[in-house]
């Protein structure tokens, strides 16, 4: 019952590795020599995919030989004939000669084993190593000896190969064929009845050698018997087969065997001398050794199991006879095999280098181990080294996949160097090692990147235009073409036209001017630069632009009425009793320009000899410095000259007459302030009344002016037109910055020696206050209405 039993698990197993090995692989045959385009199997049909899906799929055919012989028709789906097939060729000496290929299908991927079947053709003749056999036979020798003939080799197998001979017609000897089942066939002379020298001392014969195909071929060779009176007893082996075994590793001068030979003749004629029998073209004293006179078989050279594992040996025995008798025998030694062999790795590239955008298992190689020994040493498995995103699937038996395992990033890493080792199942085991190099492509992955969010420029007003003020960059961690950048503007901001100030170089980033910038106009503007890559799709990045004009020292100092009418001519009196001090006009003057470039500063010109004069540097009031005597002249020309601050520096001039009169009733100056009121309508009220008109009129022009800019202001941050506005200095000097001067006039009631404080049309804000100085250098604030508009 138990037996019973297992013969029924035995028989399971055997079913269940048969239905494995099915459908792991495909098999088919065919006969070698088939004509180019020979059909050899239906490859969609028995891997179960649609003809039309094989292009599409990618089905991909590999083998392991440098030649094509097969390919697959991706219209028909077959497998046929591509290279000429010589079973010969590919299987020497091999009774079962296939063709392993490996069928690859992507999408999902499907791999499939197909193994070939090369069916022997007789496509080779017999043929004999000789063209001519000289034997020498001793006419003493009995009726029924023998005598070994050459061998015939045929390069076909199977029943294509020599199968048997035949020998021309005569009366003295006969052929016997020697069929050694899984050994080659032979022949040997029978010698039929006693020879006479005397009668007939040569015979000539003719030995054919048939093969088994249909119809036979054949060779022949020329057989030339020499008769020879001697010796009557042959030497023979005390067996006619001897066997032995020795490993692959055996050193030069081991012992395999030793040979026993006898003969019943006495002395010289039975002296025995051993000796190997060249058959065909192998010669046994190239790897073998024999003692002629013991018959000692030992190493003469290395052995290799891999190359050959057996060695089939015609031995012979001659004795010293006069005319020595020999007899022959044969040796089969056979070779055991030893791990001397360590696994070789064979790598087959699909696609290398590999996009970093990869598919997690897409087949990257086929990788393929062999080892030549033979049972367990020649039993390899192999595996991947290290932790990288790669991974070896098992296909059939010895056959792998390099896949990818998961995600890939070139920036990262650019390639990567895969070990791979196999191990055979020897004792002890043997390993070798091989590295992959796997380059990994870029895609565009990355977008340009700069190195600031926001990017500061600084340029001088006045500058040539086409001049170079910045180069922007930006860096792309791609390469080649998903790295090279290039940039634009954009011009999103509709009140400034940025286009027309600037433009970008769409390769480097250099920005250059389209024209000159004027502080006074535009101070600062705002634009994008958008950069782009080159890449399939294309990515992109923006940085802001921030430009900010530096104010250049390009405007003069403007002197302010009532000193700055063109072709006027300016003049002052002071009474001649004025003591030290005594305050003679004030020069007011402002700079269109900013900082430095608007501190101003007075100086004062008289002519040699006079010292009556002085004027504040910051303040441009004019003063006495001293009494007046009798030889200060009546009428002082007095030339006053207005400085800025800025490199270099810019100045303008006034020129004042100063009268001396002799009483204060002679002064007489325009809208001077008066002690006292007078009750008639006199000439200083005259003045203050021009006076109130003229601020009413300006007052109300910069009213206008104030609305109208107003309605057309805009809430960027970076206006093209600044808020113009004179400041006062803590030195007393003004600055000013507007091209368009719009102003409200604040005169007092005192004379023109007054201070005057002109503020912007749009200026001062809600509830600001206007500034006056009075004679005394006395400043007083005057507030103004509220605006009503924000």
Not at 3 to 18: D, E, P, Q, T, Y
Not at 579 to 597: L, M, Q, T
Request: glycine share 4%.
């Amino acid at each position: 019952m138990s037996r019973r039993r297992n013969n029924g698990i035995l028989f399971f197993l055997v079913m269940l590795f048969a239905s494995d090995w099915s459908a792991a692989q495909i098999s088919y045959s065919i006969t070698e020599e088939a004509d180019k385009g020979t059909v050899v199997g239906n490859l969609a049909k028995d891997l179960n995919v649609n003809v039309r899906d094989l292009q599409t799929r990618n089905l991909n055919i590999v083998s392991g030989h440098s030649k094509k012989y097969l390919e697959a028709n991706f219209k028909t789906g077959e497998l046929h004939v591509n290279d000429r097939i010589d079973r010969e060729e590919l299987c020497l000496n091999t009774i079962k000669c296939t063709l392993n290929l490996e069928a690859i299908l992507s999408d999902p991927v499907v791999h499939k084993r197909i193994e070939v079947l090369i069916n022997d053709v007789n496509d080779n003749a017999p043929v004999f190593a000789e063209e001519l056999f000289s034997l020498n036979i001793y006419e003493s020798s009995p009726a029924g000896e023998r005598f070994l003939l050459p061998l015939a080799v045929d390069a076909d197998s199977g029943s294509n190969s020599v199968k048997t001979y035949k020998l021309s017609v005569n009366e003295y000897f006969s052929l016997d064929v020697q069929s050694g089942g899984e050994h080659s066939v032979s022949a040997e002379l029978l010698l039929l009845k006693a020879l006479d020298r005397e009668k007939q001392a040569t015979i000539n014969l003719k030995l054919t050698a048939l093969d088994g195909g249909r119809p036979p071929l054949s060779g022949s060779v020329q057989i030339i018997i020499h008769i020879i009176d001697a010796n009557d007893n042959t030497p023979s082996f005390s067996r006619t087969l001897y066997k032995a075994r020795v490993t692959e590793n055996a050193p030069v001068g081991f012992q395999i065997i030793q040979l026993n030979a006898t003969d019943l003749d006495e002395g010289e004629n039975a002296k025995r001398v051993y000796s190997f029998v060249k058959r065909a073209n192998f010669n046994p004293s190239d790897i073998f050794f024999i003692n002629e006179e013991t018959g000692d078989i030992s190493v003469k050279s290395e052995l290799d199991y891999e190359a050959q594992s057996k060695f089939e040996i015609h031995v012979q025995v001659t004795d010293k006879g006069a005319s020595p008798r020999r007899s022959n025998g044969k040796l089969l030694i056979e070779v055991v095999d030893v791990n001397d062999n360590t696994p070789e790795i064979v790598v087959t590239a699909l696609m290398n280098p590999v996009k970093e955008d990869a598919e997690i298992g897409s087949v990257v190689a086929l990788v393929t181990v062999t080892d030549k020994d033979g049972g367990k040493n020649g039993q390899a498995r192999c595996k991947l080294v290290g932790s990288t995103p790669f991974k070896l699937n098992s296909n059939y038996k010895s056959y792998y996949s390099l896949v990818v395992d998961g995600p890939l990033d070139r920036e990262a890493h650019a390639t990567y160097n895969l070990t791979i080792i196999a191990n055979d199942d020897g004792v002890p085991s043997l390993s070798s090692t091989t590295v992959i190099n796997v380059q990994i492509s870029d895609v565009n992955d990355n977008a340009p990147h700069f190195l600031d969010s926001v990017i500061n420029i600084y340029v001088k007003e006045n500058s040539p235009v086409g001049a170079s003020i910045f180069t922007i960059s930006a860096v792309d961690a791609d390469k080649i073409e998903n790295a090279r950048v290039t940039y634009y503007i954009e011009d999103d901001n509709k009140n400034i036209p940025v286009t027309s100030f600037i433009n970008i170089n769409s390769d480097n980033g250099e920005i250059i001017t389209l024209q000159s910038f004027n502080y006074e106009e535009l101070k600062t503007f705002q634009f994008k630069v958008k950069a782009t890559d080159c890449g399939v799709p294309p990515l992109s990045s923006n940085v802001t632009v921030n430009v900010c004009i530096l104010d250049e020292n390009d405007n003069n100092p403007t002197i302010l009425a009532p000193y700055s009418e063109l072709g006027s001519v300016n003049s002052e009196t002071i009474p001649y009793s004025a003591e030290a001090g005594y305050f003679v006009a004030k020069i007011r003057a402002v700079d269109a320009d900013s900082g430095y470039n608007a501190l101003l500063s007075y100086h004062l010109s008289e002519p040699k000899g006079n010292n009556l004069f002085r004027i504040g540097t910051s303040t441009g009031e004019i003063r006495t410095k001293r009494r007046m005597s009798d030889n200060d002249l009546k009428t002082h020309h007095l030339l006053v000259l207005v400085s800025d601050n800025g490199e270099p520096s810019l100045s303008a001039t006034v020129s004042i007459d100063v009268m001396v009169v002799e009483s204060t009733a002679d002064v007489q100056t325009q809208f001077r302030h008066v002690s006292k009121k007078e009750d008639n309508f006199s000439d200083l009220n005259l003045y203050l009344l021009i006076s109130i008109v003229s601020v009413s009129v300006i007052f109300l022009l910069s009213l206008i002016s104030l609305i109208a800019v107003r309605c057309h202001r805009t809430d960027s941050d970076f206006s093209r037109y600044s808020a113009p506005m004179i400041t006062t200095h803590p030195d007393g000097s003004w600055s000013y910055s507007k091209a368009t001067q719009q102003y409200d006039v604040c005169f007092s009631s005192d004379t023109l020696k007054s201070d005057v404080v002109v503020f912007p049309a749009p200026f001062p804000p809600v509830d600001a206050e206007l500034i006056s100085i009075n004679g005394n250098d006395t400043f007083t604030r005057t507030q103004t209405l509220p605006n009503t508009e924000k």
